[in-house]
């Protein structure tokens, strides 16, 4: 929630935002996607399947081999870690703002808005980084390769304008007040 500069002066103490700890979920969940579904499930790529034509001159694995398999697996794992404490993280930052009515948080368009743009964060940071400057992997290495690494930043750049667009629409509100109901008692 933004606070006016008169608010601010007056020591006015605002609610934790769900911003970070959503955007922090959404990168997990977004590489989580990614690995699973372009590492594991198409084995489109794995995390070094393209160092044989890489930019900084990391040793080349081939997929294709058992060594270069076991290898792009160890660091497929690396990269899941990563992911799992980001969602570990982000659940906790979540966690520790929403003090009270966390079942409406879950529902909440802010929550999953923010979760959206860190998921369209993840596919543009790992995309760029990755993808164009490290030169480790691509989405579908190959012929037309650039299309796919274009086409997943077209997909992350997306992700974050809808993902802004839907917490915008949703309606604000204060994660630690406590409920209708909890005020009623107390």
Request: neutral net charge; glycine residues 12%.
């Amino acid at each position: 929630m933004a606070t006016t500069t008169d608010e601010a002066r007056a020591g006015t103490a605002q609610p934790a935002s769900i911003q970070l700890p959503g955007i922090v979920l959404g990168v997990g969940l977004g590489g989580f996607v990614d690995g699973i579904l372009l590492h594991q499930l198409l084995q489109w790529h794995h995390m070094l399947t393209s160092t044989n034509h890489d930019h900084i001159g990391v040793k080349y694995y081939n997929p294709k081999t058992v060594s270069g398999l076991e290898m792009n697996t160890v660091w497929d794992g690396i990269f899941h870690t990563v992911c799992w404490i980001a969602v570990l993280l982000g659940l906790a930052i979540l966690y520790s703002r929403v003090t009270h009515n966390r079942r409406r948080v879950w529902t909440s368009r802010v929550l999953w808005g923010w979760v959206l743009v860190g998921w369209g964060l993840f596919n543009l940071v790992e995309g760029v980084l990755d993808h164009h400057i490290l030169g480790i992997h691509h989405v579908y290495a190959g012929e037309g390769q650039l299309w796919w690494d274009i086409g997943f930043l077209v997909l992350g750049a997306l992700l974050v304008a809808c993902g802004y667009l839907l917490q915008r629409s949703g309606q604000p509100f204060d994660p630690t007040a406590p409920t209708r109901r909890e005020a009623r008692r107390a």
